[in-house]
Structures are given as C-alpha cells and as structure tokens.
C-alpha cells in the first residue's frame, strides 16, 4: 500500500504539500494541486484516518444510538441522520438498543472508547447514569425523538399535540366517542406525551379516557395486538383505536381481522407516524406524520454545532395529521365526485 511519502515523490512536492491538498488548504498553487492528485489517483493512495485522527483529536465520526432499528420511523430517521452527516463531512456508526437500556449502554461506552466526535441518542426508558457522565463530562451530544428530562442536552423533537388535536377533531366529526389509546412505555417522552396529547384532546370535546380505554404497549406490534384484542373483549368496546406508534397499528390490524372484523366498519384505527405502506393497507390507515427527515437533519446540525464551537440549538418541529380512511369518510368525501384518493389530504 503506497504511502504519503510515495505520493509526495510522484508529484515531486513535499509531504506537507500533499497534505494540504488533501485537507483542501487553499495555499497551494494549481499546478501542484493537479500533480499531487495525479500521484494519489496512479498510486491508489488512502488517507490513513487514523493516524489523522491521532494527529487532530478528531474522527469525523458521529455515534447514533438508537431505540429500535426495526421500527420504520427509527429507520428512516437514521438514514436522514447519515445522510446529512455525510454531507458535513462526518461518518456515522449506529447501534441499535433495542428497547434494552444495557445494550443502549454498551453502545454509548464503546462509542465513546472509539472516540467519536459527538453523539446523538434517542433513549431507551429513564436515564442511563453513564451517558449522563459523558453528557456532564462535555461530550458533544444531542437527543433526538426522545429525551431524557433535567439533561442539560439540545433536543430535536416532532411536537405531535396539534396534529393529536387535529385526529380527535377529525374522529369527533365523524361521530366516534368511544376513543382508546394503546399507549408507549410510561418511561419514555413519546409514551408519555401521546397519552397526554390524546387525553387533552379528548377532554376539549368533554369525551372521557377511561383506564380500560388505555392499552399499555411497548412500540411493538404484538402489544399492539394483545391490546386491542382486550379491546374488542370488552362488553363496550371503543369505536376507535389509536395507536402510539405505527407497530402498534399494524399489531392493531392484525388483531381486528383476527376476528373477522373490518376497520373502519367495526372499529376505527388510527396511528401515530406515517409509514409509506399506510398508503397500501386496506383501507389506507390516517396517520400522524413527523417530519423525519427534517429531525434528522437539523440533529446533526445541532451536534456538527456543538462539536465545531457553536452554540446549538433544541428544535421542535409540527407534526401534521394525513387523512385516510381507516376511521371512515368524511361526510364531505362521500359524494363521489369529492372522493379522497388514498395518499392526500393532509391537516397541519
Ligand atoms: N417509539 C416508537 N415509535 C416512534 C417513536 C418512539 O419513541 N417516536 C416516533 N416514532
């Protein structure tokens, strides 16, 4: 493998040219610049990142811990994150938690041991005493969809209140009453505040959200399954299930044609985050959609920030309502000529 030294006596300059074209230094004259480049590309000569790493204290390389890589919000979410870090000149390694706070852990340790230039997290249950050490500690770290309260560390979150609001408005108008929730874990702030959300929501239209109308999920499909079947075993059951996120709702589904029952016919569905196979589901399911690609990027800016000496700064941004209709047709939609297609409208 060729080396710095081999590059520089190509293209007849030292290696503290080579080095400067390679870091793109302007001081060098074009001519230079081209023979060094010439060498690089006949030689096959790699930058040894390591040994530049040694030299900078830098790695160009962030961590991405994240909760659950199989969820499609988390997976989208990580390729926007890569994708705008790559953009900044900055790799990404991700570890994926798995719901599991020691495994959260381990990633967070052995990200740091590999000395990555900041971190973004988007954590498990509760806090996690090591990353609150690197986070007192000063490392760069920025939290994303979730956080961790009384951290003193910038936040990158959707806001989902308006567009919760916007669903109960939407089921009320359509005549549902009967609403139930199958909610996230208690312990992480997307669990919380879509419970919240919801019960605020509904308390505007004086509807009540009684416990048996609560479903205790873990954002995975199968609890989202179990509730909804304690759902359907009630002697009331509710005329709408909304569910926290969208494996839930797709747990949710499952269960009601478990039984040979229809959405929206027998029981409405409604999910939090969009996913593009919502569009395909029979009927089309009407959805909370964060602007994920959006939260990803403005994550790794608030990080590239605090890592390169500017102050960042949390960002909250809209989540919107998008009507389909797993809850049913609006009373406006149902003349043929206004029939909503399956992707459309969406309510801020
Ligand atoms: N869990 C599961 N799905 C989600 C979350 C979450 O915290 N946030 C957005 N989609």
Not at 32 to 61: C, F, H, I, K, M
Not at 63 to 70: A, E, F, H
Not at 88 to 98: E, H, P, Q, R, T
């Amino acid at each position: 493998m060729s080396s710095i030294k081999d590059v520089a006596a190509a293209a007849g300059v030292s290696v503290a040219t080579v080095s400067r074209v390679l870091n793109d230094h302007p001081s060098v004259s074009a001519d230079a610049r081209s023979r060094v480049l010439a060498a690089v590309e006949a030689l096959g000569y790699r930058p040894n990142a390591v040994a530049r790493s040694l030299r900078t204290d830098q790695t160009r390389t962030l961590g991405l811990v994240i909760s659950d890589v199989l969820n499609p919000y988390f997976t989208l979410l990580a390729r926007s994150v890569e994708e705008e870090a790559r953009a900044l000149g900055y790799s990404v390694i991700i570890g994926n938690a798995d719901e599991r706070p020691e495994l959260q852990d381990h990633h967070v340790r052995t990200l740091l041991d590999r000395r990555i230039d900041g971190l973004l997290v988007s954590p498990t249950c509760g806090g996690s005493p090591l990353m609150l050490d690197a986070a007192k500690a000063g490392t760069p770290m920025v939290f994303v969809d979730r956080w961790i309260a009384g951290v003193d560390v910038p936040v990158v979150r959707a806001d989902g209140r308006a567009a919760v609001h916007a669903l109960v408005a939407h089921l009320h108008a359509l005549g549902h009453r009967r609403l139930a929730i199958i909610a996230g874990p208690a312990a992480t702030t997307t669990g919380s505040e879509r419970v919240e959300a919801f019960r605020e929501a509904l308390g505007e239209y004086g509807l009540p959200l009684p416990d048996a109308y609560i479903g205790q999920g873990d954002f995975q499909a199968d609890s989202g399954r179990r509730a909804t079947e304690r759902f359907l075993d009630l002697a009331e059951p509710p005329e709408v299930v909304f569910a926290a996120d969208n494996l839930m709702a797709l747990g949710a589904l499952d269960a009601v044609r478990d039984r040979g029952l229809r959405v929206p016919d027998d029981i409405a569905l409604a999910a939090f985050d969009d996913i593009p196979w919502f569009v395909h589901t029979d009927p089309p399911v009407t959805a909370i959609a964060q602007p994920t690609r959006e939260l990803g990027r403005a994550a790794v800016r608030a990080l590239v920030d605090r890592i390169e000496g500017r102050p960042p700064e949390s960002v909250t941004l809209p989540a919107r309502l998008v009507v389909r209709r797993s809850c049913g047709e609006p009373a406006s939609a149902q003349a043929p000529a206004a029939q909503p297609s399956p992707m459309q409208r969406s309510m801020p």
